[in-house]
C-alpha cells in the first residue's frame, strides 16, 4: 500500500471517531491534528516539530524541517471558523473569512504574524475539523490579507478532495510549491541543478577540536552565558557588567538615521520615551515606578529581543534606583521558562510573592497571626454574625466554623497574595512593584492575555506593575487586540554596543577567576586549567577592544541584539576552526596573539560544522538560487542594496513593499524569485518587516543585511563556505568547483567561483544599487593577498631548506 492509499485510509478512520467537538486545544492537537499531519499525509516526525521557539514565539506546528515549509496554528475543536452563510469548501478570497467575525480575523492575524517572523510562505489554521489555508507572506505588495484561502468545512470535505488535497499537503507537495503557487497564481518554475554540497558524501559532516578545544566550548558558555542566569544574576554582576542602552555604533554599515529610529513604527501610533536618558533612568520613568499604585496603569517597556530588556530592569530595582525603593518590595516574575498557559500565571504570580515576603521579610503569607491580622475586618463581622453566638455556648464549633471561613479565604491564592499585600502596604507602610518579565518570550496572544492580567493587577492591586513586550506584539495588539482598549505608559529600551557589553562580560569572568580560582559550575577535571581561561579571555579583551574589524562583524551581524552578539562569543570560543594551543604558545614566548578575523568568521559561518551548511548557520548565501536563472544568483544582493538606497530619511529607512517589488520586476525578477528571497532575507534578519497602516507592509534594512552585501560578500571566508551550497548553472564552470581541502586549491576554487558570477552578471546599462563587477574586482584582490600571505610560510620553508 503506498503512502497516499494510508493516508486516504487513515482519513476515512479519523472521521468515524472524530465526533467530540468539546476537545480543548492540546487534545485537539494530539487526538486528531497529529493523525493528520503524520498519518494521513505522512509528514515524518523529524518533519513536523511542535512548539518551536522562533523569536520570542512559541509556534504550535511548523512543517519542514530544517526549512520550514508551512506554519499550523491549532485551535480547540469547538472553536469553529464561522463561514458566511452558503460558503462551502473550496476557494475564497481570505478576507471572506477574515471580516466576518473578530475572532476569525484575530486568528488569521496571529498566524500570519508568525509566518512573517519566521519567513515562511504558507499559513495553516486548524481546529481539527476545518482547514483553511492561505498564503502567510507574499513580496508582490498585495497584503497577504487580500489573497485567496482554501477552505474546508469539514473532514468529510477533505477526504472527498483528498487527491487534490495530498498533491498540496503531504511532504512531497510542500516542497514542490504546489499550494504556494495557486495561493498566489503562479506557475512552477524550472529548479535549478544540485549544489557540491549534493556530491559530498559526509556533508555537512563534523569538525572535531582538541580535548582542550572541547573543554573550551563549555566554559565558553559558562563564562559568556550562564553567568547571566537569573540565578547568577548578583548586585555585584549588575555593577560590573550592565552597559548603558541607546549608544548608536559607530561600526553599522546602516545610517545612523536607521539605528536612531528602530521603534519608528511605535512612535506613529502611541507616545513612547526612551527608557534611559544620559544620565541615568528616565525620570519620569522612576517617578511613575514611585506613584505605580496611584496611576492604576501598567508600566510597558519595549525592547527588540535580545535588546537586554530583563537586565535593563534588574539594574534599575536593584542598582540605579535602590535608594529610592528603599522601602520597595520588587517581586520579579520571570516567564522565561513559563509554559505558556494562560491558566498557570495567578499561580506564577502568587508562588514568586511568597517566596520573596518569605526571603525578604520572613513573612509566610499562610502563618495563622498573618491571616487573622489580613482577614481582621472578616473576623470581627463572622463574631457579629449568626454563629457568633457560639464563641459562648460551643466555642469548639465556634473555632471551627472561624477556620472554616478562613480557609474559604485562603482557598482563593491570587486573591489572598493581594490582601496580603494590601494588609502590609497599610501596617508596614511598605511598597510592591510587581515585574512580568520575558513575556516577549510567548506567543502574541499569550502577551495579550499577559497585558490584561497586567493591567488587572496594576487597577486593583497595591503596586505598580512594569511589563516587558517586543514592538511587534505591541504593535499589532494596539490595532486589534487587548491594548486597543488603553492608555499605557511606555518606555523602550535601546540595545548597548555590543563590544562594550562582551568586553565587561569577559572582564567580570576574568575576576571572578583571579579571585576564587573558578567560576560557579566550574567542571572539574577538564584539561583546560582557571590560568590557561584568564590567559584565554585576555586574548579576547584585547580583540573586541583593538581589533575594529572584529568588532564591526560581530556589531553588524547581531544588528544590535546582545544575545545573539553573545552567541557569536560563545561559537567562537572553543570552535575547531580556532587554533587554541597557539593562543596559549604565544603567550609563553611573551608575543602578543591577534585573533585572526578569518576564524572568527569561520566559526559563525560552519559552527560545529566541516562545511557550510545554510540549515544551520546565521549568516545566509547570497547568491543562493530557487530557480534555472542566472540572474537570480544577484536577486537577494540587489534586493537589499535597492532596499537601503530607496529608503529615506523621512520615512526612517523603510520603503513600500509594494515598490521593492515593482522595481525588481522591473529588473526581470518574478514574483516566485521574490517571493523566495523576500523571506531568507526576513528569516536571516536581513531585513524587518511592518505594517503603517494605511502605507501597507514596509520593509528597511538592517546592519546585518547592510554588512553582508557590502562587506562579507568579499571575505575569503564566506566565498569560501558559500560555494558548497551554490548552484552552478554552467556546465563548465560545475567542473571548476570540486570539494577539496588544501588552502591553494580552495583559493583556485574561489576565484573560478567569482568568474562564473562576473559571466552571470547580465544588468550591464540598467541602474542597479548593488554593482557586482566593482564588487567581484575587490573580492579578486583579497583572494590574491590572502594567496600572498598563504605562500610566506612555504616561502620561508624553501629558504630554510636551500
Not at 702 to 724: K, R
Amino acid at each position: 500500500m503506498s503512502t497516499f492509499e494510508r493516508g486516504a485510509a487513515a482519513i476515512e478512520e479519523l472521521i468515524t471517531r472524530s465526533t467530540d467537538n468539546s476537545l480543548n486545544e492540546a487534545t485537539t492537537r494530539r487526538r486528531i491534528i497529529d493523525v493528520l499531519l503524520k498519518d494521513v499525509f505522512a509528514w515524518p516526525d523529524d518533519q513536523v516539530i511542535c512548539e518551536e521557539h522562533v523569536d520570542g514565539d512559541y509556534l504550535d506546528y511548523s512543517l519542514g524541517s530544517p526549512q520550514r515549509r508551512a506554519i499550523l496554528e491549532a485551535k480547540k475543536s469547538g472553536a469553529i471558523f464561522e463561514a458566511p452563510a452558503g460558503i462551502d469548501s473550496g476557494w475564497h478570497s481570505i478576507a471572506t473569512f477574515r471580516e466576518h467575525t473578530n475572532a476569525n480575523s484575530a486568528a488569521i492575524d496571529q498566524v500570519l504574524q508568525y509566518c512573517q517572523k519566521a519567513g515562511v510562505g504558507v499559513a495553516l489554521l486548524s481546529n481539527g475539523h476545518q482547514f483553511l489555508a492561505f498564503l502567510g507572506s507574499r513580496s508582490d505588495g498585495r497584503k497577504p490579507t487580500t489573497g485567496k484561502a482554501l477552505y474546508y468545512a469539514s473532514l468529510a470535505d477533505v477526504s472527498r478532495d483528498f487527491h487534490s488535497l495530498w498533491d498540496m499537503l503531504s511532504p512531497e507537495g510542500m516542497t514542490d510549491g504546489t499550494l504556494s503557487r495557486r495561493l498566489s497564481g503562479k506557475s512552477s518554475a524550472t529548479p535549478p541543478p544540485l549544489p557540491l554540497s549534493s556530491r559530498i558524501h559526509s556533508y555537512p559532516g563534523y569538525r572535531i577540536g582538541t580535548g582542550m578545544e572541547t573543554d573550551l566550548r563549555i566554559l565558553g558558555d559558562l563564562f559568556i552565558q550562564d553567568v547571566a542566569r537569573e540565578e547568577s544574576i548578583t548586585d555585584n554582576f549588575l555593577l560590573e557588567c550592565y552597559c548603558s542602552s541607546g549608544a548608536l555604533s559607530q561600526y553599522a554599515t546602516v545610517s545612523k538615521e536607521i539605528l536612531r529610529t528602530r521603534y519608528y513604527a511605535l512612535s506613529l501610533q502611541v507616545n513612547t520615551e526612551s527608557a534611559r536618558s544620559r544620565t541615568g533612568p528616565s525620570s519620569d520613568l522612576v517617578e511613575d515606578v514611585i506613584a505605580g499604585a496611584i496611576t492604576r496603569r501598567p508600566i510597558i517597556l519595549l525592547g527588540d529581543v535580545g535588546v537586554g530588556k530583563s537586565i535593563f530592569l534588574k539594574h534599575l530595582f536593584r542598582i540605579e534606583s535602590k535608594d529610592l525603593l528603599d522601602k520597595t518590595t520588587i517581586f520579579y516574575v520571570d516567564f522565561l521558562k513559563h509554559a505558556g498557559l494562560i491558566e498557570d500565571v495567578a499561580d506564577q504570580i502568587v508562588k514568586v510573592i511568597d517566596a520573596t515576603l518569605e526571603e525578604t521579610y520572613g513573612i509566610n503569607t499562610g502563618d495563622r497571626q498573618f491571616v487573622r491580622a489580613v482577614y481582621n475586618k472578616e473576623i470581627n463581622a463572622f463574631k457579629r454574625g449568626i454563629y457568633g453566638q457560639l464563641e459562648e455556648s460551643d466555642p469548639s464549633e465556634y473555632r471551627r466554623r472561624e477556620i472554616e471561613m478562613l480557609s474559604g479565604h485562603l482557598s482563593n491564592t491570587y486573591e489572598h497574595a493581594r490582601r496580603s499585600l494590601s494588609h502590609l502596604q497599610a501596617s508596614r507602610s511598605l511598597s510592591f512593584v510587581i515585574a512580568l518579565d520575558n513575556v516577549d518570550q510567548h506567543q502574541p496572544s499569550f502577551q495579550e492575555q499577559i497585558f490584561i492580567v497586567g493591567q488587572s493587577l496594576a487597577e486593583t492591586w497595591p503596586c505598580a506593575v512594569f511589563m516587558s513586550l517586543r514592538p511587534d506584539t505591541f504593535h499589532e495588539s494596539r490595532k486589534t487586540g487587548a491594548l486597543a482598549a488603553y492608555q499605557p505608559r511606555v518606555f523602550t529600551v535601546s540595545p548597548p554596543r555590543s563590544d562594550q557589553v562582551i568586553v565587561k562580560r569577559l572582564e567580570f569572568a576574568k575576576k571572578e577567576l583571579q579571585k576564587f580560582g573558578r567560576l560557579p559550575g566550574f567542571p572539574s577535571n577538564l584539561t583546560l586549567d582557571s590560568t590557561s581561561l584568564v590567559i584565554y579571555i585576555d586574548v579576547l579583551i584585547s580583540a573586541f577592544k583593538n581589533n575594529d574589524k572584529l568588532v564591526e562583524l560581530v556589531d553588524n551581524l547581531s544588528s544590535g541584539n546582545t544575545r545573539r552578539a553573545l552567541d557569536f562569543v560563545s561559537t567562537f570560543v572553543g570552535s575547531g576552526y580556532v587554533q587554541t594551543s597557539r593562543i596559549l604558545e604565544a603567550h609563553k614566548t611573551g608575543r602578543p596573539y591577534i585573533i585572526p578575523l578569518h576564524e572568527f568568521i569561520r566559526a559563525i559561518l560552519y559552527g560545529d560544522h566541516r562545511y557550510y551548511d545554510p540549515n544551520t548557520s546565521p549568516v545566509p548565501n547570497l547568491f543562493a538560487l530557487s530557480s534555472n536563472s542566472t540572474k537570480e544568483h544577484f536577486l537577494l544582493p540587489i534586493l537589499l542594496a535597492l532596499v537601503q538606497a530607496a529608503g529615506g530619511r523621512a520615512s526612517a529607512g523603510f520603503i513600500e513593499l509594494r515598490e521593492c517589488a515593482n522595481l525588481l520586476q522591473s529588473l526581470g525578477f518574478t514574483l516566485d524569485q521574490i517571493d523566495h528571497h523576500l523571506q531568507r532575507a526576513t528569516r536571516h534578519g536581513l531585513v524587518e518587516r511592518t505594517d503603517h497602516g494605511d502605507a501597507g507592509t514596509q520593509v528597511r534594512i538592517t546592519a546585518a543585511g547592510g554588512y553582508l552585501y557590502q562587506e562579507l560578500i568579499t571575505s575569503f571566508p564566506y566565498l569560501d563556505a558559500i560555494v558548497v551550497d551554490t548552484p552552478i548553472l554552467d556546465v563548465d564552470a560545475r567542473g571548476l568547483i570540486r570539494d577539496v581541502h588544501d588552502i591553494g586549491d580552495r583559493l583556485d576554487r574561489a576565484e573560478s567561483f567569482v568568474e562564473y558570477l562576473e559571466k552571470c552578471w547580465a544588468f550591464e546599462g540598467q541602474s542597479v544599487p548593488f554593482d557586482w563587477p566593482s564588487i567581484s574586482e575587490h573580492a579578486k584582490a583579497t583572494l590574491e593577498d590572502v594567496r600572498r600571505r598563504a605562500n610566506r610560510p612555504a616561502a620561508r620553508t624553501n629558504k630554510i631548506g636551500k
